[in-house]
Each structure stands twice: as structure tokens, then as C-alpha cells.
């Protein structure tokens, strides 16, 4: 009788454990530019909703009434977010140009959110890269002007 060699369950176990771990480490390194942008658009997309609810809050406790800065703005114009009424860049996205810049500091920061949020890759505080609109029945829109590989992120309520 002749012995068989044949691989144990446990070798099997380990060569597959191994072919995993390659497998995520090529994933992971074959592209590492895509998955910064990705992880540079999931910021965005949770900047985006923070401040949309912080002013969703400020609405609420207010008894509907919108922050000064964006009640008193006209309606379905775009205003990019930042500290300053001046020196933000009205050309926001390929396919929105801003009317004019808007802080909504004074009415959010503290109470709402800890502070305005700022682009990943470009925002400052006085331009924040991220927009605001407001239409004529008081749906407001929320955002981000310089979204990566060609995808838009914006929320309205």
C-alpha cells in the first residue's frame, strides 16, 4: 500500500488566508489616488448634511424662521458659505455661479455646529468651498463646490 501525499485542511486554510491578504494589500495599492478621492467626497458628503441640519435646527428652534443672513437673501440664488461677505470665489462648480458669499457664523457656530466646515482639498475659513440656496418656498440646498471624480454632492430639504 502506497502512502497518498495530499495537502491538510489547515495548509489549505493558510495558502487562502495568504491569497486574501495579497489580494486587499494589490487593491488597496493599485489605486490609492481614487480611494483619497473617495475618502476626500465622503467628507463632503458628511460636511454637507452637518450643515444642512444645523440649519434645519436653527429653523426649528426659531419657529420656522430661516438665519437672518439667508432669509434676507434672494431665492433661488446660490451663495457660497464662508466668514467674510467678501473674498470667497463666486465660480463654485462647473455648473453654478454664485451670487454672492454668506456667513451664517454668527447664527450657526456654537449652538448648531462647532464651526462651519471647510473643503477637504480647498476651503478656507472666508471660502469654504461649500454653497447654500434658498428657494421662494424656503427649500434650502446645501452643496459642495469642488466635488472629485466627477460626482455631485448636494442635499436639499
Known amino acids: 500500500m502506497k502512502n497518498k501525499k495530499a495537502f491538510t485542511l489547515i495548509e489549505l486554510l493558510i495558502v487562502i488566508a495568504i491569497i486574501a491578504i495579497l489580494a486587499a494589500i494589490v487593491y488597496v495599492a493599485v489605486d490609492p489616488a481614487r480611494r483619497m478621492a473617495e475618502s476626500r467626497n465622503a467628507t463632503r458628503w458628511s460636511e454637507v448634511n452637518s450643515i444642512l441640519n444645523a440649519v434645519l ?54 449652538n448648531y455646529i462647532s464651526q462651519i466646515p471647510t473643503d477637504p482639498s480647498s476651503g478656507t475659513s472666508l471660502n469654504t468651498d461649500y454653497y447654500i440656496m434658498r428657494t421662494a418656498n424656503n427649500r434650502i440646498t446645501v452643496g459642495a463646490c469642488d466635488p472629485e471624480r466627477s460626482a455631485v454632492i448636494s442635499v436639499q430639504r
Open 57 to 110: 435646527k436653527y429653523t426649528s428652534d426659531n419657529q420656522g424662521g430661516l438665519p437672518a443672513n439667508l432669509a434676507g437673501a434672494a431665492a433661488n440664488n446660490y451663495f457660497v458659505l464662508g466668514t467674510s461677505s467678501t473674498g470667497c470665489n463666486l465660480e463654485c462648480g462647473a455648473q453654478i455661479t454664485a451670487t454672492a458669499c454668506l456667513n451664517l457664523e454668527s447664527n450657526l457656530v456654537d
